[in-house]
């Protein structure tokens, strides 16, 4: 993956007091695909003082730094470096926003940029390495809140956990490799249906990345859902990776049911046993037995099971059982009948 941009400053810019301008905005490291392409984001800033010798005709250099320093691609000679490829933009621009085709195992390892303009302009800027690799990465899947702005990475925090009614961004991106044919990027869920209910799709290309967001609202049913993400690299051979990132969903409790062990009615002086089972995350915290007849409802019992032992009539009601987590609670009942 593309480290972070970040711009350096050189040593011996300390000018009477003053920082020079030479400065240089590149990754400190990028990935290559064998027989791919690498593309180098860059952009150069030069000292006040030599502004006028930066003209379109200046040199844009880069170096492969080895021992001696050897010269992989002039601007003013792209045909015969020994790396081929593009440097955008014009020197004016301070672009050295750069492609390199066809990169090779042997191609791997530190690279400097240089300037050369007319008169005194002559610098050397902070290297970037190249690490070429024989595979494509899997792609990447992160969860986000979609409140957040979806666009700008940087300002967002992935979550492992989300609240039933949260409006979520599944985000799957993956690296660009500069091939004839770009890469694609596709969506499965398990089970199936989840991606065809009220999923806002949405994908664009940056610089680097392909990226694909799944934007949607998440209930009960999503909790242990599996999505998956594959992407495909048109390259000399299609090449396929993908990854999976199961969900896990925090919401009150549902489905709350509660039941009576024997079927039928209850012969007087048996015990019985009530349940009551409930599905929620986190777990329920709390059962509660309440006989429904009492005004206002007391408690008889907390767990999930109420006993009662030598039956009688006045135990013919029904009662019921509250299930409560941290999310909330739900109610269900059951009719008790001693004969």
Not at 3 to 11: A, H, K, R, W, Y
Not at 52 to 60: A, C, I, P, V
Not at 132 to 160: A, G, R, W, Y
């Amino acid at each position: 993956m593309m480290e972070i941009s970040v711009t350096f400053l050189l040593t011996g810019c300390l000018i009477q007091g003053v920082f020079c301008g030479f400065s240089i905005s590149l990754p400190k490291r990028v990935e290559a695909l064998q027989g791919s392409c690498v593309f180098i984001p860059c952009t150069f800033d030069i000292d006040q003082q030599y502004v006028t010798e930066l003209t379109d005709d200046s040199k844009r250099i880069w170096y492969k730094d080895v021992n001696p320093p050897t010269v992989v691609f002039d601007s003013s000679r792209p045909n015969t470096a020994s790396l081929k490829g593009e440097i955008f933009g014009t020197p004016t621009e301070k672009n050295c926003t750069t492609r390199f085709d066809n990169v090779r195992q042997g191609d791997e390892g530190s690279y400097y940029f240089r300037v050369e303009g007319s008169g005194r302009l002559k610098y050397n800027y902070y290297k970037v390495e190249i690490v070429v690799i024989n595979s494509p990465p899997e792609p990447t899947v992160s969860l986000f809140k979609d409140q957040q702005k979806v666009t700008e990475v940087k300002e967002v925090m992935e979550v492992k956990e989300v609240k039933e009614g949260s409006s979520v961004n599944l985000r799957c991106s993956t690296k660009i490799f500069c091939s004839s044919r770009p890469a694609n990027l596709t969506w499965s869920s398990s089970p199936e249906h989840l991606l065809n209910e009220s999923v806002t799709q949405q994908q664009r290309q940056e610089q680097t990345e392909l990226i694909s967001d799944l934007i949607f609202t998440v209930t009960h049913r999503h909790h242990l859902a599996t999505f998956t993400c594959t992407v495909t690299h048109q390259l000399q051979d299609q090449i396929t990776k993908h990854k999976s990132r199961t969900l896990r969903v925090q919401y009150a409790p549902k489905n709350t049911s509660a039941h009576v062990s024997a079927s039928g009615f209850v012969l007087e002086g048996r015990s019985v046993t009530l349940s009551c089972s409930s599905d929620a995350n986190p777990p329920v915290l709390h059962y509660t037995w309440y006989r429904d007849t009492e005004e206002p409802l007391k408690p008889v019992q907390s767990g999930q099971n109420l006993t009662i032992s030598n039956t009688d009539p006045t135990h013919s009601r029904r009662y019921v059982c509250t299930a409560q987590n941290e999310h909330g609670a739900q109610n269900a009942s059951v009719m008790l009948d001693v004969q």
